[in-house]
């Protein structure tokens, strides 16, 4: 959610707040310690939180304790990475296996081409397949890869659509919808972005006739922030014609999607071959890690014989964590087991099941807000322009970013959070989450009635009507 140019609440009179405070003393003292050594007190925004942080001590299959030994069901599932859930043993005993070996070698060793095989094994569009270290090197290394193939400067984005950090990716995601740069990135940088609203086909072919020049369009295919701006099959299929007819690189962004909503991401969903997909989370087991794959001629740049007999410069890439061993056994052992069990199906069931359980919470409740999603993900709509909306009417592509993504007050949106964790929830920001493999009944009852019980600590403090 974007709270950008909203002042700081005050937060002194609130029973959550301060119910909070008083689980959570061990958070508050290294808060108070990172706030001397992170900018904000923190290592990454997603972890932003009035009054401070939750500090996790350790965790285990679908939960975690803090450091004063509170126990949670989780569902920020290492930002997406963790179908498994925390410490899978099998991923667990072959990381420690490793540890053994050696974490970095410098040189190449058998458990990358054991992970690349599985990668182009279980993804239908992987010819070739390039490791990196992140999710945000993997789109900034399609972008260039794209823009190298084709020679055109341009990139098309889709407004709300995360794909990382870098340059040509950290504006219109949750401000500067206007193609404006965010501070620190070059004008001239912005200017060979293009951006376009997600769902709509004849913009999208407006867009690209207008710009000639665009190297590549890139798309999270199940829409903007793990579908909290749902994309629908017509338009990815739409948008697979559009783009090559027109010499035009598609991207899809399967950073989260990859090997989630199914073991061949959302592309074997949809049955839509993009040219190159990016991954990174669940593709290294939990460990830092990142792909970009597709089709052969154009990973082809970064293959020195094959750019030579070509006759063209090669693309330059290095990174010196890229197939780390570590990496490389965590995720080819998880990837053997999304290729070879029904985990995808599991999160996908435990999901759906959670979104009608909260949905009965608001309805019993009365309160006009949505919780709607697809695969294993769960999106909670605080309706903050109160709207008449529904969950099937998002789903179905009715709205857009705009109300979608609208700024959520900031006391609400940290109030909901602060009341799930004190009774033992924590979701992520958005607000929602992703489900894993592993998460149970019990834990389908916790949430639920911690989702009631927040709701009525929201109405007494006059957040909800």
């Known amino acids: 959610m974007n709270h950008e140019g909203e002042t700081i609440v005050n937060f002194s009179d609130s029973r959550i707040v301060a119910e909070y405070r008083r689980r959570t003393p061990g958070s508050a003292e290294l ?16 972890r932003i939180l009035e ?16 450091v004063d030994g509170h126990e949670y069901v989780d569902y920020t599932g290492g930002h997406g990475a963790l179908l498994l859930g925390h410490n899978h043993p099998r991923v667990v005993e072959a990381v420690h296996r490793q540890l053994d070996r050696g974490t970095h070698f410098g040189s190449c060793h058998a458990a990358e081409i054991r992970w690349g095989e599985w990668v182009e094994r279980l993804v239908p569009s992987a010819e070739r397949v390039r490791f990196t270290s992140s999710g945000t090197e993997a789109t900034m290394m399609a972008m260039r890869l794209a823009r190298a193939f084709t020679g055109k400067p341009k990139v098309l ?48 072919r407006a867009v690209l006739d207008q710009h000639p020049d665009i190297a590549a369009a890139i798309i999270e295919p199940t829409g903007a922030s793990w579908g909290q701006v749902p994309v629908l099959k017509d338009f990815l299929v739409g948008l697979r014609e559009l783009t090559a007819q027109r010499g035009v690189q598609l991207i899809f962004d399967e950073v989260i999607s990859g090997f989630r909503c199914a073991p061949g991401g959302a592309q074997e969903c949809y049955d839509v071959r993009p040219d190159l997909t990016t991954l990174a989370k669940i593709l290294a087991g939990g460990l830092p890690g990142g792909a970009v794959v597709g089709r052969k001629d154009i990973l082809d740049a970064l293959d020195m014989q094959q750019s030579a007999a070509s006759g063209r410069e090669k693309v330059p890439h290095q990174g010196t964590f890229n197939a780390n061993p570590l990496s490389a056994v965590a995720g080819a052992t998880t990837l053997e087991i999304v290729g070879g069990t029904d985990v995808c199906q599991r999160a996908n ?117």
Not at 175 to 200: Q, R
Not at 378 to 389: G, R, S, V, W, Y
Not at 427 to 448: C, K, M, N
Request: overall charge negative; proline content about 6%; glycine content about 10%.
């Open 157 to 204: 984005r889709f407004l709300g659509h995360f794909h990382g950090w870098h340059d040509h990716a950290a504006f219109g995601v949750g401000s500067h919808f206007d193609g404006t740069p965010t501070p620190g990135v070059l004008a001239e940088v912005a200017g060979n972005v293009v951006l376009a609203p997600p769902g709509n086909l004849a913009g999208t």
């Open 51 to 66: 009054p401070y942080p939750l500090y996790v001590d350790r965790a285990a299959g679908s939960r975690k304790w803090d």
């Open 349 to 465: 069931d435990y999901a759906a099941r959670l979104r009608e359980e909260l949905s009965r919470v608001l309805r019993d409740d009365h309160v006009p807000w949505a919780v709607y999603g697809s695969f294993s993900g769960f999106h909670i709509f605080t309706n903050p322009q109160k709207l008449d909306i529904t969950a099937a009417d998002i789903e179905a592509g009715k709205h857009d970013y705009r109300v979608l993504k609208a700024a959520v007050p900031r006391s609400l949106a940290t109030k909901l959070r602060l009341g799930m964790m004190i009774h033992g929830v924590e979701i992520f920001s958005w607000p929602g989450g992703p489900t894993s493999a592993v998460h149970t009944d019990d834990d389908l009852r916790q949430t639920a009635d911690a989702f009631r019980r927040t709701l009525k600590m929201l109405r007494e403090e006059g957040e909800i009507a």
């Open 31 to 46: 808060a108070k310690q990172a706030a001397a050594v992170f900018p904000g007190g923190v290592t990454h925004d997603g």
